[in-house]
């Protein structure tokens, strides 16, 4: 299994930006470039939404994005690094959530269900203050 390890979240106001990083590893992972990843998130008192994901460079680095995000949010990745990125400009207060980084190694898209992703990370917290 992936071990997926989010970080950059914190405390930010309304209008400005931030970048999640999402790092992996894991005795049975792959290559990295083979791996599809995805972000997704969760209010409090929600239930966990998709952001965004981009697939693997078989894909040519597909990317898909959630309507609420697209023009604000980038995901990207670096392969070489190892590391899943999602830029995220322009904060709404309603953006604040838990995010979750996310790997597939059984699809090479951009998908966007829970149940096609095999691992998870813990989550790190963004919020934005109005």
């Known amino acids: 299994q992936v071990h997926l390890v989010e970080s950059g979240g914190g405390l930010v106001q309304a209008g400005e930006s931030l970048t999640l990083s999402c790092t992996a590893s894991?005795?049975?992972?792959?290559?990295?470039?083979?791996?599809?990843f995805g972000w997704f998130r969760q209010g409090s008192g929600k239930g966990r939404e998709f952001v965004a994901a981009?697939?693997?460079?078989?894909?040519?680095?597909?990317?898909n994005y959630a309507d609420f995000v697209k023009g604000r949010f980038t995901v990207s990745r670096d392969n070489a690094k190892e590391i899943v990125y999602l830029q995220m400009n322009n904060l709404k207060p309603e953006d604040t959530a838990v995010y979750y980084c996310?790997?597939?190694?059984?699809?090479?898209?951009?998908?966007?269900?829970?149940?096609?992703?095999?691992?998870w990370g813990q989550g790190t917290q963004v919020t934005v203050s109005s």
């Open positions: 996310a790997a597939s190694q059984q699809f090479e898209g951009a998908v966007k269900m829970e149940y096609q992703y095999d691992s």
């Open positions: 981009i697939g693997t460079s078989w894909s040519g680095g597909q990317t």
């Open positions: 894991g005795r049975t992972f792959g290559s990295f470039g083979s791996t599809a």
